[in-house]
T-cell receptor, first 110, second 112 residues
Framework: QQQVKQSPQSLIVQKGGISIINCAYE??????FPWYQQFPGKGPALLIA?????SEKKEGRFTISFNKSAKQFSLHIMDSQPGDSATYFC?????????FGKGTRLSVIA | GAGVSQSPSNKVTEKGKDVELRCDPI?????LYWYRQSLGQGLEFLIY????????KSGLPSDRFSAERTGGSVSTLTIQRTQQEDSAVYLC??????????FGQGTRLTVV
């Protein structure tokens, strides 16, 4: 059973554009939703996270939007840069270990 | 170091051999996770340690896999009688609570 569904699998965005990655979950006990960024050959790095008591969190060019009623959350990368090219994972946890989406491979082209 | 340290970084082993993978978490972190990542795939949960509580072993794929955490710090993941399908990157993460996790660089295991 896949507890967190992530889309799209891959994404190509022009430099300066907005990258949007979406995730959906079923378990209403989840109360913590982080996003991770992974470069080839490296471990995933915590990028930004949100709790369900807020609908949006912004850190620099990265924004999480959270829709509790729809059980969906998304990552927006504004002014995408070639250095943002990586694989992005959404995740969720409650009283359980973190469960991850299958990842989105983002390519930002000049 | 300040981060999660895993060793070895690469391990090549023959099918049927046992392997041990080590994880040194960030000092003071009470939670420790092991995940497995196959080529181009997501992160598959294996096992979770939280303080002195019994570990959550629900993700271990078979009884050939086991893990221990000594003294609430260093953890060892052991795979017995390795199979080719065990080839993957094994990632360890630690956390000061159940929120968030900081990953190591992983151990790339290749079973030949």
């Amino acid at each position: 059973q896949q507890q967190v569904k992530q889309s799209p699998q891959s994404l190509i965005v022009q430099k300066g554009g907005i990258s949007i990655i979406n995730c959906a979950y079923e378990n209403t006990a989840f109360d913590y939703f982080p996003w991770y960024q992974q470069f080839p050959g490296k471990g995933p790095a915590l990028l930004i996270a949100i709790r369900p008591d807020v609908s949006e969190k912004k850190e620099g060019r990265f924004t999480i939007s959270f829709n509790k009623s729809a059980k969906q959350f998304s990552l927006h990368i504004m002014d995408s840069q070639p250095g943002d090219s990586a694989t992005y994972f959404c995740a969720a946890s409650g009283n359980t270990p973190l469960v991850f989406g299958k990842g989105t491979r983002l390519s930002v082209i000049a | 170091g300040a981060g999660v340290s895993q060793s070895p970084s690469n391990k090549v082993t023959e099918k049927g051999k046992d392997v041990e993978l080590r994880c040194d978490p960030i000092s003071g972190h009470t939670a420790l996770y092991w995940y497995r990542q196959s080529l181009g795939q997501g992160l598959e949960f294996l096992i979770y340690f939280q303080g002195n509580s019994a570990p959550d072993k629900s993700g271990l794929p078979s009884d050939r896999f086991s893990a221990e955490r000594t003294g609430g710090s260093v953890s060892t993941l052991t795979i017995q009688r390795t199979q080719q399908e065990d080839s993957a990157v094994y990632l360890c993460a630690s956390s000061p609570s159940r929120l968030g996790a900081f990953f190591g660089q992983g151990t790339r295991l290749t079973v030949v």
